[in-house]
């Protein structure tokens, strides 16, 4: 079954905690990114990877760490976490632009609460 | 930078009635994708809409594309309960490039 698969699904944790939460998609897709939702604001990408090594900041990067080592992993590291950072996130694949349709699976969601 | 304007952004409404959520953007694309929330869920695919003038419709829900109006519309016709829920359109505008911009989403509760 084509789906990503996200890590934790939920975490409560400190200030300053450094925490990870992975992605992992198996439809070979060459793009992946990270979104937070927050209410009010909807989804705002963190970062993304248009392919393995290849990461780049999105809307709202500050705070957070990327690596893409290989093609169906892209895990989102957050070094010392803040309150601010308490949030649902999202992760989502899709192909790359060449094959016209860029829809984007997404990740059952992380619920992170910072205290 | 790409702007992607939903409206509205809440709506209550009864069921059997007719809506139509709107979904304005910025930029020049051809590429808008409809998605669906359920609280406490993720997002799930809806429509796919590639071209200008592209229609699409599943059981109530029928969107539609006009690139050079930059719009997209998503119409309920005769809503019923189980269509309540958060609906985001989403814009690529980079060829994939760029990622997905997303509306702040339509929330949408259908009363009996």
């Known amino acids: 079954e084509a789906q990503v698969t996200q890590n934790p699904r939920y975490l409560i944790t400190v200030t300053g905690k450094k925490l990870t939460v992975t992605c992992s998609q198996n439809m070979n897709h060459e793009y992946m990114s990270w979104y937070r939702q927050d209410p009010g604001l909807g989804l705002r990408q963190i970062y993304y990877s248009m392919n393995v090594e290849v990461t780049d900041k999105g809307d709202v990067p500050e705070g957070y760490k990327v690596s893409r080592k290989e093609k169906r992993n892209f895990p989102l590291i957050l070094e010392s976490p803040s309150p601010n950072q308490t949030s649902l996130y999202f992760c989502?694949?899709?192909?790359?632009?060449?094959?016209?349709?860029?829809?984007?699976?997404f990740g059952q969601g992380t619920r992170l609460t910072v205290v | 930078e790409l702007k992607v304007e939903q409206n509205p952004l809440f709506l209550s409404m009864q069921e059997g009635k007719n809506y139509t959520i709107y979904c304005n953007y910025s930029t020049t694309s051809d590429r808008l994708y409809w998605y669906r929330q359920d609280p406490g869920k993720s997002l799930e695919s809806l429509f796919v809409?590639?071209?200008?003038?592209a229609v699409k419709q599943e059981g109530r829900l029928m969107a539609s594309l006009d690139t050079k109006a930059r719009l997209s519309t998503l119409h309920i016709t005769a809503a019923v309960h189980d269509l309540s829920a958060t609906y985001f359109c989403?814009?690529?505008?980079?060829?994939?490039?760029?990622?997905?911009?997303f509306g702040k989403g339509t929330h949408l509760i259908i009363q009996p």
């Open positions: 989403a814009v690529d505008a980079g060829g994939g490039a760029d990622g997905l911009t």
């Open positions: 809409l590639l071209s200008n003038g």
């Open positions: 989502a694949s899709s192909k790359l632009g060449l094959t016209m349709n860029t829809e984007a699976f």
